[in-house]
């Protein structure tokens, strides 16, 4: 019937998508999850930390944004507060950066 939720979460073909039409990419894990494997061409911003919204306050909020975690839980917490401070255009990764790999997609590695 009615959605009264936003949905932001998409697939990862969505995701390649978006981001082969310019999206930017924010990884939302902590420091030594991004120093494991990331996706090319994210920026950092630990959810957890007080730097999450310093990096959040830099961006631009007519921006489009595509944020990732590992399972897709703290990215669909991070779309939640980018939708609350007046960000437009966000979307998370289903199920992460887990689901990216899974899907055969290629990620760097340190």
């Not at 991004?34 to 061409?41: G, M, T």
């Amino acid at each position: 019937m009615f959605g009264f939720g936003k949905k932001y979460s998409i697939d990862a073909d969505e995701f390649e998508k978006l981001m082969n039409e310019g999206y930017s990419l924010i990884d939302v894990r902590t420091p030594a999850e991004y120093r494991e494997a990331r996706i090319q061409n994210c920026t950092l911003a630990d959810i957890y930390t007080h730097e999450f919204k310093k990096v959040i306050d830099g961006l631009d909020k007519n921006g489009r944004y595509l944020i990732y975690c590992r399972t897709g839980s703290r990215s669909k917490t991070a779309c939640s507060f980018l939708a609350k401070w007046g960000f437009a255009d966000v979307k998370d990764l289903s199920g992460g950066i887990i689901s990216w790999v899974n899907s055969g997609r290629e990620i760097l590695r340190n």
